[in-house]
């Protein structure tokens, strides 16, 4: 019978690719960071992920505001979409957080800010959320993180997953990116936040301490496509399909623990929308509005070969209703068996170990991964110097720059191997 714990706090070295469950302190628990002065943020992007949606608990400004409290201020916020920056920064003006944005400034382009910056506005850290179709590449106007790099040397990256959307032929560059931000030695992060879940830092951990090599990673991502009213997202020609776009959160955490894939042996099958078994009864948009040829698959199953020699796998699925996801990971190493469930919405580590057959039960009430990775990405930017101790920022523009790189193989794989229409 499975036993309920709650999980042992231990430290762990700082300098590794994880951090100390017992250092991810909930929002609701920490105090908004000390120290003097304004903390100048500029935000690239006005919409979901910057300022909260009701698809999900994903909201980088409240994150923000709570970890700075009244040192925040965001000097500016650039959108194309001006209007709906304006009514965002109203609605922010009307609340006990004005102090962050009585100031803020939109711009429409990276490039308005550069020309009209004022000293008093020099940023501390970029924010970038815009659609990844407009970033990651080293084209005019797709270009924005080497255009930050370049113009605001020193300053510190958030970017949003993926990296990128464009067709594989720009993989390439997306990691010619990744060079030019190591090169420049600036702080970057990248916005893979399930690797911040105090479970994921718990499996790291069991891993570590018992120095154990991982054999297999078992990823399931089954989306509630019914919550879905982003037609977008639906479309693979805007999206990049499901696997690129969304199923990249666990391919990512599969190769937090996985390692690097060896990307030639990805193969991968789905279950189309035109098969039968791939009909939907209840999506909220309209599909007949988009071509044919951008539809995206209904289920997705793939599987890899680490580098290590582990195997790893992920079946994606657009089948669920209602709203909230069904995802689990497990990892498996000799003895072990870590099983991650419902990290989105109250995550549940399992753990099985030699000399017990039954199940240890982890849960980790008032987590929020959201948080931490902001947290962890401004500890950094105020006191990595001073103090050796501060937790690591645990996804780089490269790693990411992997990841991206494994749903676009996997999406390849699949669509050789697909059905074709009858
Ligand atoms: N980590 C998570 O769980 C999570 C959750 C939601 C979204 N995201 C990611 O965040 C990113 C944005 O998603 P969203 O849901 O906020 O999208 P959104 O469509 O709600 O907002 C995007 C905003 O960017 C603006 N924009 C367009 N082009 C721009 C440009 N060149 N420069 C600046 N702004 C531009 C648009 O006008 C829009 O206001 C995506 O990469 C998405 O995958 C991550």
């Known amino acids: 019978m499975a036993s309920v714990s709650t999980p042992p706090l231990t430290r762990s070295n700082s300098r590794s690719m994880s951090i100390d469950p017992s250092k991810l302190v909930p929002m609701d628990k920490t105090t908004a960071l000390q120290g003097t002065g304004d903390f100048n943020v500029v935000f690239v992007g006005a919409g979901n992920i910057m ?30 979409a001006v209007e709906r920056a304006t009514a965002t920064l109203q609605k922010k003006r009307e609340t006990f957080v004005r102090s962050a944005y009585e100031n803020t400034r939109v711009y429409k382009t990276l490039d308005d800010f550069i020309s009209n910056m004022t000293p008093n506005q020099a940023p501390r850290v970029f924010v970038v959320g815009s659609p990844p179709m407009f970033r990651g590449t080293q084209q005019p106007g797709r270009d924005v993180e080497m255009q930050i790099v370049k113009h605001f040397p020193g300053v510190a990256i958030f970017i949003e997953k ?109 279950l189309e929308w035109y098969e039968q078994a791939g009909k939907l009864s209840k999506q909220v948009i309209d599909e007949s509005l988009i071509k044919e040829e951008n539809r995206i698959p209904r289920v997705t199953a793939a599987t890899w070969k680490y580098e290590s020699g582990a195997v790893g796998s992920l079946t994606h ?22 099983k991650l469930v419902n990290p989105y919405v109250q995550p549940v580590l399992y753990v099985r170990q030699p000399g017990n057959d039954s199940e240890e039960t982890y849960r980790f009430p008032d987590d929020d991964p959201f948080f931490s990775e902001v947290s962890v990405l401004i500890d950094n930017i105020e006191d990595i110097e001073e103090d050796p101790d501060t937790a690591r920022i645990l996804c780089s523009f490269e790693d990411a720059c992997k990841s991206y790189q494994l749903t676009w193989a996997i999406r390849e794989a699949s669509e050789k191997s697909r059905k074709k229409r009858v």
């Open 317 to 338: 699925l657009v089948a669920l209703q209602g709203h909230d996801y069904s995802c689990e990971l497990e990892v498996y190493a000799d003895g072990y068996q870590l």
């Open 51 to 80: 300022f909260g949606s009701d698809e999900g608990p994903w909201n980088h400004s409240f994150r923000f505001e709570h970890k700075l409290g009244p040192r925040l201020k965001i000097v500016a916020l650039i959108d194309p």
């Open 162 to 270: 993926p990296v990128a959307t464009g067709p594989s032929s720009e993989i390439d560059e997306a990691f010619k990116v990744a060079k030019f931000i190591e090169d420049s030695k600036i702080i970057c992060s990248v916005g893979y936040m399930l690797r911040y879940l105090k479970a994921v830092q718990m499996m790291k951990k069991i891993i570590e301490e018992n120095n154990l090599t991982v054999m297999a990673t078992i990823a399931r991502y089954a989306t509630a496509y019914e919550a879905i009213a982003k037609s977008d997202w639906w479309d693979k020609s805007k999206s990049a399909g499901p696997i690129i776009e969304q199923g990249t959160h666990f391919c990512d955490l599969s190769r937090y623990f996985g390692g690097d894939v060896d990307i030639t042996t990805v193969t991968a099958h789905s």
